[in-house]
């Protein structure tokens, strides 16, 4: 986890209640300054006045130590999910930034994966009693409509495989320093790649959005990304396109562990705080339907908001060059509502 306590352009008293961010599936806290001091979301909080955190979750680049486990070496390390990070690692976070605080709250932004994880803590923990607010950008939950053709196969064929796999929950995909990491790292450190064919490709997993994320936010993109995952998640993100539920092991292990043979659905309804949710209209994974979704089933949304963009994206969110004009306030505006100031 990283801090910035007080941004270089804060001239007044810091807010007293911390900002969480949560970042997404496969990247880490580095995607939260990967846009560079002027476009990237913790700097401009930080530059607001806000307390910033960037959490890590289990199995990213941040999140490889364990009291026992080598998550080189012992299998039993990748034995997790969305869950885990949800009902264990969210807990942990706020918890830590708390008591290093002595604040009472915090206000919790999670993009993507990092919005689904926080609905898991809120469905098997208390911990959200000590968020203020929560804003939900792009959020990860029902992938039903799901429109990146690539990934969908992809997924629909890995949920299609994991019976064949003896132990599908206890391998590494994706790491950083991975072949695919290091050869996008390589590649994309040149400007002509980097402007055109890095660019492309994140086209393959979401819409086409031309002109919205600067070059050099895309070097520093393809630096960091893929940061690692565990086989599991990906797993249950292929179970999970039509639901939120727990992650299926089969009817008789389901009945093992959760005592039903069908894995039991997340409560949604148990996420009571202020809920703000964001998403793009061109957003190929968060799909505009499934956040709509999403927000019938919240007993406390504050707002449904559209970026005024047609062409926003699901990337854009975290890298693109207009954060601070499109997205900024309308976080800006929440976190104001639910932080309060300390002089320091």
């Known amino acids: 986890m990283f801090r910035i306590p007080k941004g270089k352009r804060c ?14 599936f ?3 806290s580095d995607s939260w300054l990967d846009a560079g001091p002027s476009s990237s979301l913790a700097f401009l909080l930080a530059d607001a006045c806000y307390d910033t955190w960037a959490g890590n979750v289990r199995g990213t680049e941040y999140g490889r130590r364990h009291v026992r486990l080598n998550p080189d070496t012992d299998s039993q390390f990748w034995d997790f999910s969305t869950h885990e990070m949800g009902k264990f690692d969210v807990p942990a976070i706020i918890e830590y930034i708390l008591n290093k605080t ?24 208390n911990a959200c009693d000590r968020v203020k607010v929560f804003i939900n950008i792009a959020p990860g939950v029902r992938l039903k ?28 995909v994706f ?7 290091t050869l996008g790292s390589i590649i994309c450190k040149d400007n002509i790649f980097a402007a055109t064919i890095c660019k492309a490709a994140l086209f393959l997993i979401d819409s086409f959005e031309p002109g919205s994320i600067l070059t050099e936010t895309v070097k520093a993109l393809y630096e960091h990304t893929p940061a690692g995952a565990s086989a599991k998640t990906i797993a ?49 994974v968060a799909d505009p339907r499934d956040v709509k979704w999403l927000s ?49």
């Not at 007044?12 to 997404?24: A, D, E, H, I, N």
Request: proline content about 8%.
């Open 296 to 344: 019938l089933q919240l007993p406390n949304v504050a707002e449904l908001y559209e970026v005024n963009r047609p062409t926003w994206n699901h990337v854009d969110n975290t890298y693109s060059q207009f954060i601070k004009q499109l997205l900024f306030p309308k976080v800006n505006e929440y976190l104001l509502k639910y932080s309060s100031l300390r002089n320091n």
């Open 102 to 125: 002595r604040s009472n709250a915090v206000n919790y932004i999670g993009y993507s994966q990092g919005a689904r994880i926080l609905y898991i803590t809120c469905s098997e923990t």
């Open 236 to 284: 249950l993100y292929a179970q999970n396109m039509d639901s939120f539920s727990k992650y299926d092991y089969g009817p008789e292990k389901n009945l093992e562990v959760y005592g039903s043979r069908v894995p039991p659905e997340y409560m949604l309804n148990r996420t009571r705080m202020p809920t703000v949710l964001i998403y793009g209209r061109n957003d190929f």
């Open 175 to 181: 790491p950083r320093g991975g072949v695919l990491q």
């Open 11 to 24: 001239s007044g008293p810091v807010r007293q209640t911390p900002v969480l961010l949560m970042p997404g």
């Open 26 to 28: 496969i990247v880490d």
């Open 145 to 172: 409509y799901y429109r990146s053709l690539p990934l969908r196969l992809f997924l629909k064929f890995y949920a299609l495989t994991l019976p064949l796999l003896k132990r599908p929950e206890d391998f590494e």
